[in-house]
């Protein structure tokens, strides 16, 4: 079982750090940064911008050692109590030696956890938190989501980032209403301007599967798993993985659900096939209880997908639902990784069936 981190109060300190990409720093995302920081203070947050955090694409992607302080001082301070990932990236597995073999972070994360929430590259982070014990959330970020230039941020990814403040003995996850397509203009210029967005016309779908499945959540962006386990992308980055053991073993996978999403790179249904593939020959599919899969972005390939995956998996009649609202596509839900979830496959609906923060008697035990 995780260590759950506390539910965020009013006047909660927020540290913003740039794990793997360091675009937030760049001065044409200054307006971006302004209206991130504006929602924060709006839902009576405290945003605390990490040192590094700022400080650029060229000095980030060099210094990796920063991009990892900067997580470091947050799980030091103890007046921080949730830490909001900028964006992505690809190359977040180079932060994992001076993060886990610094004992007093490792410390500091198993007797202090704290709210953790960003998508993509970030599951490369989730993974390691899952690994010192610690849940964490596959849930919106700093650019992509509080940053929104809309004149608020989407409602359906603000009422998910306001339930870090709720803590409910059960949470409902619903099928978003509409979904939205990607920005081509992130300039100030787009500021105030409203995404373009469609009616959701499929909402949650059943690719195999009958009655309910509880189990509890494991997976990521299926891109960062098949990078970690692949190397394809950087030589070293299968190395790195498997040293600090990064993917978690057969046994934590047995009866796990396993959510996966893809990128908006949109990887061709050839990629997406290998990709699944991957996941096979770890054993992954002769594991776990149930698939939950992210609506893509722009629903490319969506029908090509769904295929793929009802075939790679046909030989262990897994229970598939698809098109949930988390990952890349917008809008986003957050999923507590470790937390308990119940599908029901008859009804389409997904809900975790437990707080997912830590409730005062277990904190003051």
């Excluded at 990796?64 to 997580?71: I, K, S």
């Excluded at 002769?286 to 295929?307: C, L, M, T, W």
């Excluded at 793929?308 to 839900?333: E, Q, S, W």
């Amino acid at each position: 079982m995780l260590k759950k981190p506390k539910a965020l109060t009013p006047n909660s300190k927020i540290a913003i750090v740039s794990l793997s990409s360091g675009i937030l720093g760049e001065s044409f995302a200054d307006h971006q940064l302004q209206l991130g920081i504006k929602r924060l203070k709006e839902v009576e947050l405290v945003p605390m911008l990490m040192p590094n955090a700022l400080k650029g694409l060229t000095y980030l992607a060099h210094h990796p050692q920063a991009r990892a302080d900067d997580l470091k001082t947050a799980f030091a301070d103890p007046e921080i109590k949730g830490i909001v990932c900028a964006i992505g990236g690809d190359d977040t597995y180079r932060l994992l030696p001076y993060l886990l073999e610094d004992e007093t972070f490792i410390h500091n994360v198993q007797a202090s956890p704290k709210l953790f929430t960003g998508f993509s590259d970030t599951t490369i982070n989730h993974l390691m938190f899952y690994q010192l014990g610690m849940q964490s959330f596959y849930g919106p970020n700093f650019l992509n989501d509080l940053a929104e230039l809309d004149q608020e941020m989407l409602p359906y990814t603000k009422h998910t980032f306001m339930n870090y403040f709720r803590n409910e003995a059960t949470t409902s996850i619903k099928s978003s209403p509409v979904w939205y397509e990607e920005r081509e203009d992130f300039s100030p210029a787009a500021v105030g301007t409203k995404r373009v967005q469609h009616v959701e016309q499929k909402g949650y779908e059943v690719l195999r599967g009958s009655g309910q499945v509880t189990g509890r959540l494991l997976g990521g962006c299926l891109d960062s798993l098949y990078d970690i386990l692949s190397g394809t992308r950087y030589p070293d980055e299968k190395g790195v993985a498997e040293k600090y053991h990064l993917f978690p073993s057969l046994d934590e996978w047995q009866d796990k659900i396993l959510f996966i999403e893809t990128s908006e790179e949109k990887p061709a249904p050839e990629l997406y096939k290998k990709m699944l593939l991957a996941l096979d020959a770890e054993g992954i599919f002769s594991a776990i209880s149930a698939i939950i899969v992210g609506k893509p972005q722009a629903e490319a390939f969506y029908d090509e997908y769904n295929r793929m995956l009802l075939a790679v998996t046909k030989k262990y009649n897994l229970p598939i639902l698809t098109n949930v609202n988390f990952g890349h596509a917008y809008p986003r839900t957050a999923l507590p990784y470790g937390g308990k979830m119940q599908i029901d496959f008859d009804r389409k609906s997904l809900t975790l069936t437990e707080p997912i923060f830590a409730q005062e008697e277990t904190l003051n035990r």
